[in-house]
């Protein structure tokens, strides 16, 4: 696939078709996202990837409760395309992980320094593992595949990372479930923009 042409189909989907995705064309995607730019020259990131029904329970059983809490604290403008994609997207947050062929979990090395940046340098692991996402979901769309997204909220992701046995030096930046979309998933309707809109010559 031309390389416009994955940038244009990449889209988060939160529905599966029962189709099974292939252990190379899984490695073929993580490899693709370890060639992202790394902010120490390291490459400190590991991918948890849960394939069975028990790893996913095993490891989204804090998801159902958060997106609860999420659902219950949200308000957002009426008939606005962020509010009917939240509206779509909230209930699905687990079944677009539990009913993925598999379900990664992107791990990334850092301190709690992070969580005290006083600059945006600070952010460096988290920009760097952000990178290795954004790769992963071109290569997903590259093969023909497409992703959904979840980060995870409140005591979620140490809950998470304790549960899977994750050393205590490196967090989970979100879920990524990966497969061929359902036919007929919806497609929340998004803002667009063009270029010409988001340049300022010179200075803003
Ligand atoms: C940083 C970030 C966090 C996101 N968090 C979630 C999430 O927790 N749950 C979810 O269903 N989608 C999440 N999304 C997916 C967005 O809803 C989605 O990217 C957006 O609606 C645009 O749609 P598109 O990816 O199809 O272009 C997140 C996306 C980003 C970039």
Redesign the pocket.
């Known amino acids: 696939m031309e390389f416009y042409e994955v940038l244009n189909n990449?889209?988060?989907?939160?529905e599966w078709s029962e189709e099974t995705v292939g252990e190379d064309v899984l490695e073929r995607i993580l490899n693709a996202a370890l060639r992202a730019p790394s902010n120490n020259h390291l490459r400190q990131w590991e991918f948890i990837v849960l394939r069975t029904a028990e790893e996913k329970e095993c490891a989204l059983q804090y998801v159902k409760e958060q997106?609860a809490v999420?659902a219950a604290n949200l308000h957002l403008p009426e008939h606005t395309p962020?509010q009917k994609?939240?509206a779509y997207?909230?209930p699905?947050?687990y079944s677009?992980l539990r009913d993925a062929p598999y379900v990664i979990i992107p791990l990334f090395r850092t301190n709690q320094a992070l969580f005290k940046a006083t600059a945006v340098n600070g952010l460096n692991a988290f920009a760097s593992i952000?990178c290795v996402?954004e790769n992963l979901?071109l290569a997903a769309a590259a093969e023909g595949l497409?992703?959904?997204?979840?980060?995870?909220?409140g005591p979620e992701g140490s809950d998470v990372c304790r549960t899977l046995g994750v050393p205590e030096d490196y967090l989970m930046a979100?879920y990524i479930g990966i497969g061929h979309p359902a036919e007929g998933a919806e497609?929340?309707e998004?803002y667009t923009f063009t270029a010409k809109e988001k340049i300022h010559e010179g200075r803003w």
């Open positions: 990449r889209r988060t989907v939160r997106a999420q962020e994609m939240y997207a909230l699905r947050q677009m952000w996402i979901f497409a992703c959904s997204l979840r980060i995870p909220v979100c497609n929340p998004q």
